[in-house]
Nanobody, 118 residues
Framework: QVRLVESGGGLVHAGGSLRLSCAASGSTGSINIIGWYRQTPGKQRELVARISSGDTTNYADSVKGRFTISRGNAKNTVYLQMNSLKPEDTAVYYC????????????WGQGTQVTISS
């Protein structure tokens, strides 16, 4: 099992920055992909950014050039640095991991609210 705990959400003005953290525990060595999704009321959860065990990254087009996903030194922490924030970035951000053989294991964090004021 893999457990995920997010932190770092909050309220900032448009143009500002935030850094989200996701701390993984449990069978962290089996994590193949870890990343961030976000969701607003009435909409489906969407991929924001993810990083593979081989450090390949993927970003949603809407955040390319503004957000950066990275690992901590211990590799059981993943960060999402968010710059040039826009009101449309307002959402609950969730950490997500796929782990185990064939990525059959899926884990979600509890979510952290990010609010961008205009």
């Amino acid at each position: 099992q893999v457990r995920l705990v997010e932190s770092g959400g909050g309220l900032v003005h448009a143009g500002g920055s935030l850094r989200l953290s996701c701390a993984a525990s449990g069978s962290t060595g089996s994590i193949n992909i870890i990343g961030w999704y976000r969701q607003t009321p009435g909409k489906q959860r969407e991929l924001v950014a993810r990083i593979s065990s081989g450090d390949t990254t993927n970003y949603a087009d809407s955040v390319k050039g503004r957000f950066t996903i990275s690992r901590g030194n211990a590799k059981n922490t993943v960060y999402l640095q968010m710059n040039s924030l826009k009101p449309e970035d307002t959402a609950v951000y969730y950490c997500h991991a796929e782990w185990g053989q064939w990525n059959l294991g899926k884990s979600w964090g509890q979510g952290t609210q990010v609010t961008i004021s205009s």
